[in-house]
């Protein structure tokens, strides 16, 4: 069994920062891609960051030059450091990521997701 569990949510001033941490636990073989979405309410969840087990990232262009996504694969960790935010960015934070559990076999968890709200 895998689970991955976020943290680092919670309110923050238009402008302020806040960095997101999501740790992967339980049968790991190896950690492949991770990714953080996220879900405003009444809207669709999207893709907000992703990062590859090398390091390559891709960032929405909405949150590009705002938030830097980071791994720790040591310890099966995806980071989301979060700068200049913006009411529009209030939604809740998911971690999601592909774990392979042997070294053919994987699937992909997501965690529970952690609040982030940005207001003055």
């Known amino acids: 069994q895998v689970q991955l569990v976020e943290s680092g949510g919670g309110l923050v001033q238009p402008g302020g920062s806040l960095r997101l941490s999501c740790v992967a636990s339980?049968?790991?073989?190896?950690?492949?891609?991770m990714n953080w979405y996220r879900q405003a309410p009444g809207k669709q969840r999207e893709l907000v960051a992703s990062i590859r087990r090398d390091g390559t990232t891709t960032h929405a262009d909405s949150v590009k030059g705002r938030f830097t996504i980071s791994r720790d694969n040591a310890k099966n960790t995806v980071f989301l450091q979060m700068n200049s935010l913006r009411p529009e960015d209030t939604a809740v934070y998911y971690c999601?990521?592909?774990?392979?559990?042997?070294?053919?076999?994987?699937?992909?968890?997501w965690g529970q997701g952690t609040q982030v709200t940005v207001s003055s």
């Open positions: 339980g049968n790991i073989f190896r950690s492949d891609v």
């Open positions: 999601n990521a592909f774990i392979f559990i042997t070294d053919l076999f994987g699937n992909m968890y």
